[in-house]
Structures are given as structure tokens and as C-alpha cells.
């Protein structure tokens, strides 16, 4: 009973930890407009319809579910869906704690955690980035790897890793990390391999399925497989990425950037003595693969976006539990420490003034402030065609007029031409829909290189009769309803 | 007795005096190398010669840590140069590409860097010397360490301006390796 007082308390302390860092930015109504383009996505569920079928985004279709659900839960309410995030983020650090370390308490057991709460502080990590969600399911099926005695274990591992390749299609290098586990590990490597199958395939089977039903499976090979080859098919140097990243952190926190290249070091020091033994007991060659699987992921991804090193910024302090000596592990409580006091100092204040605000940050976010006005005006059959800040999309529970619901997409073209093969989209997608006439016009420019500005303003100020609405202080909304 | 003799002559002994005296040598002959022209560009500052500065014989140690040299305050760009495949700009680096005189008491210098090179450079030497002395048994630790230290201070003194985050980086993650073989093995 003691032990577990004290494990509620150091989790508590976690949490608060969490909820300093991570409310600091919950005053933004977008901090990345990735998240928009999933939430608007994600109402295609309400609407009866699978994603893909009327609105393409360019993540797999259980991200959408998991996003329509929270939605739900929270009845459409951002910062809600916000909190949820941060609500992962918590689990996902206690999930550190219990991973990889026997059941008895120890305050070593924590830093893991904490590590991975400073390595995600930086507004960088802070919106619900779908990598937090294929760790929720990468990390269930490592509970059941290290947990279960049943002969079926490597089933349900292979289930929970197809959820998360449904969450983020790269979470595919996890199945490989765990093929690569049970070759090292396992005596029936046939027997576990064939489970580990069963239930990945199981799932894929099954989505296909639900497709094939609803009649749009060719949209759904479309989006799962065709686009994300073309779309890996680009390529920024893994290096230099990150070096990018490492700049970026040593100028945020120098003892933050000091403790990732320590974790990286210590890495590749366990990876070198697992040349010796493979077969070690305490997880070293399965941390060890994780890592190198999370950086395959970001390897993979080729875009050089900092929140593709999610993963990897989990793994990495699970190696902390490898540790042995007292001494290393003052070094590293050291480094933990002094980040948190830096995290802290430049973000705590903001936090708790957005707490004391709590009530009004979401009242003080511009598109919602658009749409409350604006409501009135518009008719649940409208056309709408937004080019910029689609979360008014959202917030009026419409679809886009165009199949793409995020404008960034416009401009990769290893997306855009197999849209436009498969009739999809036009090779002038943004002057189609501005000439289907749409009720509502959301975006004051266009910031693709599809459409000539010039054409643009022309059709929105000459040929039709708009009325000019501005959101507002910020000036990034802007609205025009047809008169 | 008969232990010491063998120990003196075998072939290990050989390869580890090769090693330290060879790998000392180099560095200094370097660091010798670039303060022979960092004088030579002192000495001459007031008058340089064009030829020289075509042959890269005017060494600048870094202007962030040195700002003025014989009462010239000195302001520094960086130029990056190909090293790969043209090996003969290596002797380039650090050395001023170009300079401007401001007014009688200031200047402009244009420094030769390739950062990517530099890190190579720091990569190999440190790792391949951490893996000859704890997976080969090279070297004692105290010649093994006054290597790596003489090897890093010139280089971080002679080519501070191609250093980047990674050389920090690699130096961290060289001491750190040490440390791991001494407490962590």
C-alpha cells in the first residue's frame, strides 16, 4: 500500500509536470494545421463515410476514428481535444516507468519518463501529432510482449501493431523491429512469425473489407499504398535533419541537447556490447531495436519534420534503465534536473496564466470566433471551399468542396498527380472549385502554386458577389459569404 | 626480466609506438604548421602580400575568440571550399580566402571552412583511437587520452570556424564513450 502511495504521487508530480509544459501553447487555436486537416477529416465518420470515400488526408483511416472520437468525447471542443493529448503524453511517460523495469519502487524508475516529458517540451511536440498515437499502440503491444505468458501473444502483438499502422503507416518498422525481437529471442521462430502475421494481416483484412463494402477499396489501396510510396519517394538528407533538429534543440535548452547526445552515445555503447551477447535478460537488445527502429521511422519519412523524432524520443530514454552505476545515473538526474529548470522557466508562466484563463482561451480562438459569428449565415447545404484555415471546416461540420482537405497538399505534387489520375482532382484543382460558385470562401490568398493570384482575386472580387468578413486581430481569418 | 624484453620488441609495442609517436607528430607538425602562418599574417598584416594569400599562408585563429591582431580589429566571414575531391585545399582551411581594409584600424577577412570535412576528421580520429585502445588494447590510457586531448584542442583552436553542432556533438559523444568503457562495461 505504501509503494503505491508513493508511485501516486511521483505520477502525480509527472502530471502536473505535463500539464506545466504542455499548456504553455493552449492559448494557439492552431499550432499546426495538420491537426485541423484531422479533425476535418475525421467528420466524415459522422456524415457515414469512410475516409477517402469524399475527403482525402494523407494519414491512415483510424487516425480519423481515434480524432472523430475525441471529438465526441468532447463535443467538438479544442482545447478539450487538446487536453486529451496531453493526457497521452502523461500515459505515454508512465508507460516508461513500468516498461522494462521490475515492479518494485525506485525513483531511477521515473527518469525515463520524465526525459521523455523535457525531450517533448518544446512547442515543436506540443500538438496531437498522430506519432503519440501509433506509441499508444507500439507501446501496448510491448506491455503484452513483456507481460503475458499466452502462447498467443505475438497475435495480439501483430493486432495492436496493424492499429498502429493505421494511425501512421510508418509505424510499419515496428512489425520489423518485432521480427527482428523473435529471431533473437524466440526458439519457435516459424510458430511466433506466423502469429505475428495472423493478427497484422487480420486487421489489414479487415479494414480492406469495410472499404470493399462501402464500394471505395480503390481509394483506399489509392491513399494506403500508392500515395505514401510516392510520397516517401521525396527525400531530405537523414543527417542533416539531424543536425537541424540538434541545432534547434541546443538553442532551446543546452542540458536538453547535452542529455540527447548522452542517450544517443549510451545507444550506441549497448548496441556495440549486444554484439557479444543478443540474448541478454534485461530488454537490452529490445530497447536497442526500438531505437533503431524509431530512427529507421523518421529515416523513412524523409521530410525532416521534427515530430516524425517522436518515437525515437520515446525509445531513446528507455535505455536509461540499462544503466548500472550510481554515478551515471547522478550524471544523467543532473541533466534532467537543470532541463526541467530551463523548460520550466520559459514555459511555466505561460501555463499558469493560461489555467487562471481557462475558461476564456477557447472563446479567444479566431476561427472560432469566425464561425460564432458567422453560423447564422450559412446553410447545412452550402458549398465551401477553404484554402487556408480549414478548422472552420470543423467548426461548421462541413465538408471541403475539394476532395483535398489540407491546402499544404496542393503542393506536393507526388501526391497531387496520383489524385489527378485517378480523376480525383483536376490539374486546376483551386479554379475548379472557385468556379463551382461556393457559398462560402474561406482564405484571403492562396498559398500553393496551383493558382495565379492574380486569377484568384479576380474570381473571388469581380465575378462574384462576396461579402468580405475579417477574423481578426491576427488577421488570419478570412472570410467571404456570398451575398 | 625476460617478460619486459618480449613486451619491448613484439610486434604490439611496435604498432603502439608507431601509433603515439606517428599521431603526435602529425598534430603538432599541424598546430607548428597553422601558428607559423598565423604569425606570418601577424607579421605582415600591414602589407599583405597577394601571392600569399593565393597560396593560403595567412592562418587566422579564430576571430571570435582572438577580435584583434596588431591593433587591427578584425571582422571575419566564412567561405565554405571543396575539399573532396580537391584533397589540396585541405591546407586551406582556416586560412584567409580574402581580405578588405576598412580604415586604419579595421578589417575584413574572408575564412576558408568545410564543416562536413572538419567532422569527419574529428569522427575518425576519435573513434578509431577509442576503438584501438578498448577493443584493441593499444596504448595506455594516459598516452591515449593526451592523443585525443592534443588532437581536439588544435582542431577546435586552428578550425573553430568550420565547427558546427556536430563537431561539439561528436566531442561529447567521444568523452562520453570513454567514460561508458571505464563505468559502464
Known sequence: MKINNKFLFFYLCIFIQVILIQFSTHHYETLDWDINAFLVTSLEFGRGNLPYEFQYENKPPLLFLIFFIFSAISQKNLLLIKIINDLIIFLLSISLTRLYSNKSFSHWNFIPGLTFIAFTSNVWFHPNYSEYLLLVFVVASNFIYQKSDSKFKYLYVGILLALSTLVNLGAIVFLLSYMLIIYIKEERVRVEYRNLFFGFSFVHLLTGVTYFVFGVLEEYIMSFVVIPYSYTSSDTSFWSAIQVFVQALADFDLFLYGLLIILITFTLFKTVSLTRSLNSNNFTSEIVIQIFASALFFGIASKGYYHHLIPLLYFLPACLHLLDKQLSKGIIIFFVVFSFIGVNEKLANQSLNNIRNLQTLEENYPTKKAYDQIKNQIDNNDIIFSTENILLLYYLDSPNSSYIVHPALYDYSEITSVLESSNKISKKEVIKNLQLLPNVIEGSSFDGSLIDMNIYQEIVFRNMNFELLNYWDEGDVTVYIKK | ?185
Open chain 2, 1 to 185: 626480466m625476460l617478460t619486459v624484453n618480449t613486451m619491448k620488441n613484439s610486434p604490439k609495442k611496435t604498432t603502439e609506438n608507431f601509433l603515439f609517436y606517428s599521431s603526435l607528430l602529425l598534430v603538432s607538425s599541424l598546430a607548428t604548421y597553422n601558428f607559423s602562418n598565423y604569425i606570418y599574417f601577424y607579421l605582415n598584416i600591414e602589407n599583405l602580400d597577394v601571392d600569399s594569400l593565393r597560396n593560403c599562408s595567412f592562418m587566422i585563429f579564430t576571430p571570435n575568440l582572438i577580435s584583434y591582431i596588431a591593433n587591427y580589429e578584425i571582422s571575419s566571414f566564412v567561405q565554405d571550399i571543396y575539399v573532396i575531391p580537391e584533397f589540396k585545399n585541405i591546407h586551406c582551411l582556416g586560412k584567409i580566402s580574402n581580405i578588405a581594409y576598412i580604415d586604419s584600424n579595421s578589417i575584413t577577412a574572408s575564412i576558408y571552412t568545410n564543416s562536413k570535412f572538419i567532422n569527419l576528421l574529428i569522427a575518425v580520429y576519435n573513434f578509431s583511437f577509442i576503438f584501438l585502445h578498448y577493443v584493441k588494447n593499444l596504448l595506455n590510457t594516459k598516452k591515449f587520452l593526451f592523443l585525443l586531448i592534443q588532437f581536439n584542442t588544435v582542431v577546435f583552436i586552428s578550425y573553430f570556424n568550420s565547427l558546427n553542432i556536430s563537431s561539439f556533438s561528436f566531442l561529447i559523444m567521444s568523452f562520453v564513450i570513454i567514460y561508458l568503457f571505464k563505468y559502464e562495461n
